[in-house]
């Protein structure tokens, strides 16, 4: 199990918001099982490596769906195996540190 | 103003636990008056450019006082001008989409 | 075709070096047949999208095998549809620029 | 000292190219004392903390210089203080392991 978090921007869009194309993305992603988490700065995925690659893949391309010629797509993977992350375990544990 | 999301990631630590690093560089981010909110991916800023980039590298700092030889922080800055991006006003724009 | 960069971080390492798994997750990708560049920051990869998507995973997990417990794998794709993107072209493109 | 990757993502361009906007990112790094490496997915830059962050805000605003209403700046700092890191020091060590 992973948490990953992913980005997709399009360059060449008629102007600067980005809400239209990350919706898509969105829809995509409500199509598969990937458990994920908006945040103001990209997308929060949680899943197994596999299922979250193939879910980032197709946030991907549905951005090229839009009339967009180029898109840079970032994903940052954070990975344990002593213990399984989650998205709400992830948060808890900093929380906890700032109540000590 | 801009909102910029920052991870720190100390490098040769004992174990693979990040929650404490995490915890001391929000304690420094509380000290100064940097809006932030905390995701399971990072911690997001909201305020200046200066001040955010003050922010982050105060909270790079407060890694090294933890006994780290190394630190990798990243930093993603998005900085709109026709209209003021905050942390609230990022997520509510994708929403609206998804309801759409 | 796509131009993507990697970076593969242990975390809960001995020291604070990082090239010895840097190496190991460089042995993976000279095993796949995705054209590198290995530069300071990451290792910048040429290919179609599976395959980029696969070496990247097999560096990620290549980490695990040298007794870490957690890897950060962070990974920037860049994909154009109205001309092929290489690793060359990208910096010669810039290149052209600085000399204009 | 630091090593460290940036990224300037222009959002709302006419076309998908991204030449011209690096370019002058460039143009103003030239004018700083900061050390840098073009890269195909970036430009690594190294020096000290407070001269990167000042180098990574020029290049930042220099986007805006070109009727740009949104830019994307991406930076990874990667900061080590048991030896000093450069651009060539890193590529080296990574090399050497390669050989081994």
Redesign the interface.
Known sequence: MV???V?V????????????Y??KA??KLEESNVKY??????T?LEGE??EV?KGV?EM?ESV?DED???????????????KSL??????E??????E?
Do not use: C, N, W
């Open positions: 948490v990953a978090e980005t921007i399009p360059i060449g869009t008629e102007g600067p918001s980005l809400s239209k990350v919706g969105l829809e988490d908006l945040t103001s700065s990209g929060i490596m596999d690659l893949k991907h090229f967009v010629l180029r898109v840079v797509t970032t994903l940052q993977i954070d990975d344990r195996r002593d989650t998205i709400e375990g992830k948060k544990s900093v929380r906890k540190r700032l000590d």
